[in-house]
């Protein structure tokens, strides 16, 4: 399978625990994103790497977040003291393309996280 | 800032009808990126179809036509023939040029009736 992957497709925690999710974009794919999608509404845009390095941030990313993308390859999307209203589907995507030229992000099947 | 409404929340029809899913923009940019994404319900969103703002030719691609209007601001979208499988969350989505982030609707769900 060369779509990207997603792990873990499942996470429970607890409130106040940290947890982190890891997404594996298609491997010619220099861009990668976050968003998240709560019940009922379309995804919403948390971050954006090209490469390693991460040029775009929505205000939604809080402090609490934190995405990391080493070696321009994979990436972590880590949410410390969860609360409550984190519980969403976490969505991972990728594209290829350089600068002003959009390219199609394909989306991975999501981490979905519920903090009890 | 970038603002998609899709009004319909949920629409069903009967196998082989037509169906076509509303999409009206915002966006302050006068270059941008519309996109139709299907989610079916094992959740990967799946890219379906992609329109320059600067190109309002209409086009047709299998099953799947869409009708941009730019005076209007409008993306919509039409399934024809419906079919079984075609039952899903449809998501319109824009991007301004320049811009990678994308901004979804609420989406629509599809339930076609067999």
């Known amino acids: 399978d060369t779509g990207v992957s997603q792990n873990p497709r499942h996470k429970i925690t607890k409130r106040g625990q940290n947890v982190t999710f890891r997404c594996d974009p298609i491997s010619e794919h220099n861009r990668l994103y976050w968003y998240r999608q709560t019940l009922g509404q379309g995804p919403e845009f948390l971050t954006y790497f090209q490469n390693e390095a991460q040029l775009e941030k929505s205000r939604l990313l809080s402090d609490r977040f934190s995405a990391e993308r080493p070696k321009g390859s994979f990436s972590t999307l880590e949410i410390q003291r969860t609360e409550q209203g984190d519980s969403a589907m976490y969505l991972c995507?990728?594209?290829?393309?350089?600068?002003?030229?959009?390219?199609?992000?394909?989306f991975g099947p999501g981490t979905r996280l519920t903090v009890l | 800032a970038q603002k998609v409404t899709q009004a319909q929340t949920e629409i069903s029809v009967v196998e082989k009808e037509d169906v076509t899913l509303d999409c009206v923009y915002e966006?302050?940019?006068?270059?941008?990126?519309l996109f139709w994404y299907k989610q079916p319900p094992s959740g990967e969103l799946v890219f379906l179809i992609r329109r320059n703002s600067f190109d309002e030719q209409n086009e047709i691609s299998g099953r799947y036509s869409w009708n941009f209007q730019k005076s209007t601001s409008s993306f919509n979208f039409t399934i024809t023939a419906s079919q079984v499988v075609d039952s899903a969350v449809y998501f319109c989505?824009?991007?301004?040029?320049?811009?990678?982030?994308?901004?979804f609707g609420k989406g629509n769900q599809v339930v076609v009736i067999p």
């Open positions: 995507a990728s594209s290829t393309g350089t600068s002003g030229i959009y390219n199609e992000q394909f």
């Open positions: 989505a824009l991007a301004p040029y320049g811009n990678n982030r994308l901004a």
């Open positions: 966006t302050r940019d006068t270059t941008y990126y």
